[in-house]
C-alpha cells in the first residue's frame, strides 16, 4: 500500500470489509484513487466508518453474504458493470463451517 499511485483508476474488491483487518484495509484503501467495493454481511459497520472518512466517487459498498453462491454472482455482475470487472481481489471474509475442526 505504499508504492504511490499503484491502485489509481483500478477496481478493488474487498470482502470482510466491516471489522478488524478488512476494516483497516478498507480505511486505507479509502485514501487511494482506486474504484473501491467494500463488502460485509453487516453493510451497516461498513456505512458508519466510511461516513467518517472523505466523500469519494467509485465505490460502492454491499451486504453481500459471501457463503451465498447466487448473492456473490448478482454482485460480481453489479460491479462488473458499474466499475468493470476487479483488478485486485482480497478475500478476506470468514466463511464457519458450522462443525468443530480438530487438526493433528
Given at each position: 500500500?505504499?508504492?504511490?499511485?499503484?491502485?489509481?483508476?483500478?477496481?478493488?474488491?474487498?470482502?470482510?470489509?466491516?471489522?478488524?483487518?478488512?476494516?483497516?484495509?478498507?480505511?486505507?484503501?479509502?485514501?487511494?484513487?482506486?474504484?473501491?467495493?467494500?463488502?460485509?454481511?453487516?453493510?451497516?459497520?461498513?456505512?458508519?466508518?466510511?461516513?467518517?472518512?472523505?466523500?469519494?466517487?467509485?465505490?460502492?459498498?454491499?451486504?453481500?453474504?459471501?457463503?451465498?453462491?447466487?448473492?456473490?454472482?448478482?454482485?460480481?455482475?453489479?460491479?462488473?458493470q458499474?466499475?468493470?470487472?476487479?483488478?485486485?481481489v482480497?478475500?478476506?471474509?470468514?466463511?464457519?463451517?458450522?462443525?468443530?475442526?480438530?487438526?493433528?
Amino acid at each position: 500500500m505504499n508504492t504511490p499511485g499503484f491502485y489509481d483508476g483500478k477496481t478493488v474488491l474487498l470482502t470482510g470489509a466491516s471489522t478488524g483487518i478488512g476494516k483497516a484495509l478498507a480505511i486505507k484503501l479509502m485514501h487511494t484513487k482506486c474504484k473501491l467495493v467494500l463488502v460485509a454481511r453487516r453493510r451497516e459497520l461498513i456505512s458508519e466508518f466510511v461516513t467518517s472518512q472523505p466523500k469519494r466517487e467509485n465505490l460502492i459498498i454491499s451486504g453481500c453474504d459471501v457463503s451465498d453462491k447466487e448473492a456473490v454472482s448478482q454482485l460480481l455482475e453489479e460491479v462488473t458493470q458499474k466499475m468493470g470487472q476487479p483488478d485486485i481481489v482480497i478475500l478476506n471474509a470468514g466463511v464457519s463451517l458450522g462443525e468443530n475442526m480438530k487438526f493433528g
